[in-house]
């Protein structure tokens, strides 16, 4: 079993900055791919970042530019530091685990990101 703790989150203004951790304890192996998810209030659950285990990067359009997703595979640990922040990235966000070659998915608690205008 694997278990994902987020922390960082909380009140911003807009334009300013935030760094997101996620610390996975368990059964991890180097070839979990992890990623962030966000749900804003009212809506579905939806991806904002991914990244492989040899770093390689996935963005959704919204936040391209102005997030970046990071690891630390000696810490399992992913971040995701988010620059520019808009009203619009106002949301619960998730950090991910997925198994390479199984169905196994892992979600962390979630941590409220609220930027004001």
């Known amino acids: 079993q694997v278990q994902l703790v987020e922390s960082g989150g909380g009140l911003v203004q807009s334009g300013g900055s935030l760094r997101l951790s996620c610390a996975a304890s368990?059964?991890?192996?180097?070839?979990?791919?992890m990623g962030w998810y966000r749900q804003p209030p009212g809506k579905q659950r939806e991806l904002v970042a991914i990244?492989?285990?040899?770093?390689?990067?996935t963005y959704a359009d919204s936040v391209k530019g102005r997030f970046t997703i990071s690891r630390d595979n000696a810490k399992n640990t992913v971040y995701l530091q988010m620059n520019s922040l808009k009203p619009e990235d106002t949301a619960v966000y998730y950090c991910?685990?997925?198994?390479?070659?199984?169905?196994?998915?892992?979600w962390g608690q979630g941590t409220q990101v609220t930027v004001s205008s």
């Open positions: 990244i492989s285990s040899g770093a390689s990067t």
């Open positions: 368990g059964s991890i192996f180097s070839s979990d791919r």
């Open positions: 991910n685990l997925a198994r390479v070659h199984a169905v196994n998915v892992y």
